[in-house]
């Protein structure tokens, strides 16, 4: 990016020792998937959305439930973040967190589904036949009809009334739709923004740093961003903060402000009465800082 140095993360643009150079058209494909998964990831996560403000209106016309009326319990996705707690910490959700754990599960779920679906249609475009209909009749059937209850977290599928599955299925055509819809209109801009990667070698930092600074991303917002800009403005030379949109991260009062709101969001985080790292807030704070970091590394 012009205007903002990061020698310290990558010193050349030709293969250096213990790159790993792949031949071109290897490359190529790679970055194929690579775009198509990043794509699907989005677009899978945004039509999460879409589907659940089409439940919101159609579970008063569908009414799902078990065919003998009782109650299912906590949905399918609440079963999941519990025992997924369960296993990392030994202790379940509390239950003023099980509404914001089960849509972080919903929402994961989706952008990985919506990320391996990308990724098939870049090897196989046919699986975006019907605008993404089958995606979704895909997805309503190995999750919702297999997956869920082998796992545990549904009751078998003939447990449940004929409407209740028509509501699965058109809640998950939704989704598929959307999926495709979305996807066909980031492809273009993500291909873009990563066409210059073909044409050179993958270096171990080219995935190392992003990767680091994304498992710190999940645990802290701001210190990626600060890490990005002390490096952005230590390798500056005085006149890159004021070019390009994301120069102004190579400025030492950026990074002195950055700082000076992680050290604030450490001590906020020893504090009693902190909100779930899962709550809807958290998880948007993060996933911009990550965006911000990844745009800015790339």
């Known amino acids: 990016m012009e205007g903002f140095p990061m020698t310290a993360f990558r010193t050349a643009a030709s293969p250096q020792a213990g790159s790993i150079v792949l031949p071109a058209e290897r490359r190529a494909e790679l970055l194929k998937l690579a775009e198509g998964s990043a794509s699907g990831f989005v677009a899978g996560l945004a039509a999460s959305w879409v589907m659940d403000r089409f439940?919101?209106?159609?579970?008063?016309?569908?009414?799902?439930?078990?065919?003998?009326?009782?109650?299912p319990g906590d949905p399918a996705t609440v079963k999941a973040a519990e025992r997924f707690?369960?296993?990392?910490?030994?202790?379940?959700?509390?239950r003023k967190d099980k509404d914001e754990a089960g849509s972080a599960v919903h929402y994961l779920v989706g952008a990985m589904?919506?990320?391996?679906?990308?990724?098939?249609?870049?090897?196989?475009?046919?699986?975006?036949?019907?605008?993404?209909?089958?995606?979704?009749?895909?997805?309503?059937?190995?999750?919702?009809?297999?997956?869920?209850?082998?796992?545990?977290?549904?009751?078998?599928?003939w447990k449940y009334t004929v409407v209740t599955h028509l509501y699965g299925y058109a809640s998950h055509l939704v989704f598929g739709m959307a999926t495709e819809a979305l996807r066909r209109t980031l492809r273009g801009p993500i291909a873009e923004l990563s066409g210059s990667a073909a044409q050179g070698g993958l270096e171990m930092r080219d995935w190392a740093v992003p990767l680091l600074l994304g498992l710190a991303n999940g645990q802290r917002t701001m210190t990626p961003a600060v890490a990005v800009s002390i490096t952005a403005a230590a390798t500056a030379d005085g006149t890159a903060g004021r070019a390009g949109p994301l120069g102004i991260l190579s400025s030492p009062w950026t990074a002195a402000a950055l700082g000076l709101a992680a050290l604030g969001e450490y001590y906020v985080d020893i504090r009693p009465g902190v909100p779930a790292r899962i709550a809807p807030m958290g998880l948007a704070a993060r996933m911009a800082a990550g965006g911000l970091v990844g745009a800015a590394t790339a």
């Open 55 to 71: 439940q919101d209106q159609a579970q008063g016309l569908f009414r799902p439930g078990p065919a003998d009326g009782k109650s």
């Open 113 to 157: 589904a919506g990320s391996l679906y990308g990724a098939v249609v870049e090897v196989k475009p046919q699986a975006a036949r019907w605008r993404g209909a089958a995606m979704g009749l895909a997805a309503a059937t190995l999750i919702d009809q297999l997956a869920v209850p082998l796992a545990g977290f549904a009751r078998p599928p």
């Open 85 to 94: 707690t369960v296993l990392a910490s030994g202790r379940g959700l509390p």
